[in-house]
Nanobody, 124 residues
C-alpha cells in the first residue's frame, strides 16, 4: 500500500533546479516530522532534509546540501516539498519522502514509518 506519493523528479543539467513534492491521500502528514532522503546507485540511503514539528518547525539539512536544498510544507495542500537548486551530478539519486518519525535523529531513515515509492533525479 502506497502511503506517500512523490513527484517532480526528472533529468536536468548541472546548475539547474527541480522541486520535488510529496503528498499523502489518507492522513494529515504535516502534523508529523517530514523528511527527504536519497539513495544513489550502490550507496546507502541518506537523509538530505527534514522538517520537525518542534519549535514551530525546525529544519535540518545534510552538510552536502546546505544552502542548496530547501524543505518546506503546505498544510492547506497536505504536501511538502524539496526545492533543489544548483544541482550537481553527484545529486543524481532516487529521492524518497518520509513522515511519522518515531525515533532517532531527523535525518536518520531508521526512525520513519511512512515512505513514498521514490522519484528519480538525474543531473548531467
Amino acid at each position: 500500500e502506497v502511503q506517500l506519493v512523490e513527484s517532480g523528479g526528472g533529468s536536468v543539467q548541472a546548475g539547474g533546479s527541480l522541486t520535488l513534492s510529496c503528498t499523502a491521500s489518507d492522513y494529515t502528514l504535516t502534523i508529523y516530522d517530514l523528511a527527504w532522503f536519497r539513495q544513489a546507485s550502490g550507496k546507502e540511503r541518506e537523509g538530505v532534509a527534514a522538517l520537525t514539528t518542534t519549535g514551530g518547525g525546525t529544519t535540518f539539512y545534510a552538510d552536502s546540501v546546505k544552502g542548496q536544498f530547501t524543505i518546506s510544507e503546505d498544510s492547506a495542500k497536505n504536501m511538502f516539498y524539496l526545492q533543489m537548486n544548483n544541482l550537481k551530478p553527484e545529486d543524481t539519486a532516487m529521492y524518497y519522502c518520509a513522515s511519522n518519525r518515531w525515533r532517532g535523529t531527523p535525518l536518520s531513515p531508521d526512525g520513519y514509518v511512512k515512505w513514498g515509492q521514490g522519484t528519480h533525479v538525474t543531473v548531467s
